[in-house]
């Protein structure tokens, strides 16, 4: 699976929106995209993947770059409760090869009033 | 549904006991995982299992054995514990498109 740079630690305040980036330069044409976030002591909680296309659900939007070698996650209405460690992962899609997620660091975003 | 659900919470053990952790999901998922998480790090998978009866290695497999029995249950043991397999471990099951997380064990071998 392709690896994935994020920054470590990022800000935000209460209400607004925040946009985590997501660089992975050597991703391969089948490979998604994918977001967890993880609360602290929690298991992760998957976001939203993506392709190639923008997505959006009820927790985010999903921003792929045209090359597909970045992406921002945007979470359009900070809230406190959004205070997390957010990964980004890429892998392929399907069932083949047990699909294991391969975790980073990923980036500590920290919501404020 | 209850989910992915994770025995026990906490756990303290010395250094040569054993224990089995338990994961259980109802969510009729085939595919199941066993991660650890060390402080200031992302998870680590440890085994995984893509239906009963079937079991295969992560990336840190070493000082573990697993066992899927029943579609529902994958057992983590740990025979002999080491102070180093101290941490905080995380089941998963998984749908087509995502991992669902239970809510993790904590496991201090002194």
């Known amino acids: 699976d392709a690896k994935t740079t994020q920054p470590t630690s990022m800000d935000c305040a209460e209400g607004r929106a925040a946009n985590l980036p997501c660089n992975h330069s050597t991703i391969s044409g089948n490979e998604y995209v994918y977001w967890y976030r993880q609360i602290h002591s929690q298991g992760p909680q998957y976001i939203i993947h993506?392709?190639?296309?923008?997505e959006t659900n009820e927790m985010a939007s999903l921003i792929i770059t045209e090359d597909r070698k970045s992406s921002t996650l945007i979470l359009p209405h900070a809230t406190l409760r959004d205070t997390a460690v957010y990964y980004c992962i890429v892998r392929v899609a399907g069932w083949g090869g047990g699909n294991k997620l391969t975790f980073g660091t990923g980036t500590q975003l920290k919501v404020e009033l | 549904n209850a989910g992915v659900t994770q025995t026990p919470k906490f756990r303290v053990l010395k250094t040569g006991q054993s224990m089995t952790l338990l994961c259980a999901q109802d969510m009729n998922h085939e595919y199941m995982y066993w991660y650890r998480q060390d402080p200031g790090m992302g998870l680590r998978l440890i085994h995984y299992s893509v239906g009963e009866g079937t079991t295969a290695k992560g990336e840190v497999p070493d000082g573990y054995n697993v066992s899927r029995l029943k579609k529902q249950n994958f057992l983590l043991g740990l025979e002999s514990a080491a102070p180093s397999q101290t941490s905080v471990y995380f089941c998963?099951?998984?749908?087509?498109?995502?991992?669902?997380f239970g809510p993790g064990t904590r496991l201090t071998v002194l």
């Open positions: 993506g392709l190639k296309n923008n």
């Open positions: 998963a099951s998984r749908s087509y498109d995502e991992q669902f």
